[in-house]
């Protein structure tokens, strides 16, 4: 078995920068409602935004020797995804491992266990989703895999998909697929965008939107 690829695909510099515009709501609309990463792994801190190329990682339950091998070989832009084999109290990664990936210009981390060293982190600036705060301490001794696929936060995800997280939550959208979603969800901001318009002069959202007939349709009766 190869444990750790190099020759995988990759997101262009071009395709990352436009996206940073958009939101993970719209884009998880605007994929007809697909791409949401559980939300339970959610902003270390608030103004937390992470998006770029996925360096994926699976890693042995409490172990984080894969993760810090990640950290080794990412390349500016890259968000490290690591599913951390079902230990989500385990502290798997804190302010050593965050200066590395500031130095090397990593995008951000997402993980499914905690993070420790949390207040240095944040002050480091650098973007982390993960499941909460825990110091339990990580072993350094079991193989796992980086850039294989991973099953992570009800999504399948792969290297070089690209992952959006902000406020709201997490998002990933497959390599193949940058192109087109980058376009739906771009309509979909400035539909949006005029109807907002719309409704600062006094237009109804449920006008706007036909939603009377949605009503009359399933068979809603008013007194």
């Known amino acids: 078995m190869i444990h750790i690829m190099h020759n995988v695909k990759r997101l262009s510099a071009e395709i990352i920068n436009a996206y940073r515009n958009e939101s993970s709501a719209t884009i998880h609309e605007a994929m007809g409602r697909r791409g949401a990463i559980n ?16 360096l994926t990682v699976r890693c042995h339950s409490a ?4 993760l810090i091998k990640a950290i080794n070989m990412a390349q500016p832009g890259d968000v490290i995804v690591a599913d951390m084999g079902g230990a989500p109290m385990a502290g798997s990664f804190g302010e050593v491992a965050a200066t590395e990936c500031v130095v090397k210009k990593v995008a951000g981390l997402v993980l499914n266990s905690c993070i420790r060293d949390t207040k240095e982190v944040v002050e480091l600036g650098f973007p982390v989703f993960c499941a909460g705060k825990g110091i339990s301490g990580t072993a350094k001794a079991t193989l ?17 998909d690209l992952i959006l997280g902000d406020a709201d939550g997490l998002v990933v959208v497959a390599h193949d697929e940058v192109d087109e979603v980058l376009k739906l969800s771009q309509q979909r901001t400035k539909k949006e965008a005029k109807v907002m318009e719309k ?9 706007l939107y036909g939603y009377q007939e949605v009503l009359d349709r399933l068979g809603c009766i008013e007194e």
């Open 63 to 66: 172990d984080n020797i894969m």
């Open 199 to 207: 409704l600062r002069n006094g237009e109804s959202l449920f006008d």
């Open 39 to 54: 939300s339970t792994i959610h902003q270390l801190a608030p103004g937390m935004k992470v998006v770029g190329n996925a």
């Open 144 to 160: 796992g895999t980086i850039n294989h696929p991973i099953a992570f936060g009800d999504q399948i995800i792969c290297p070089g």
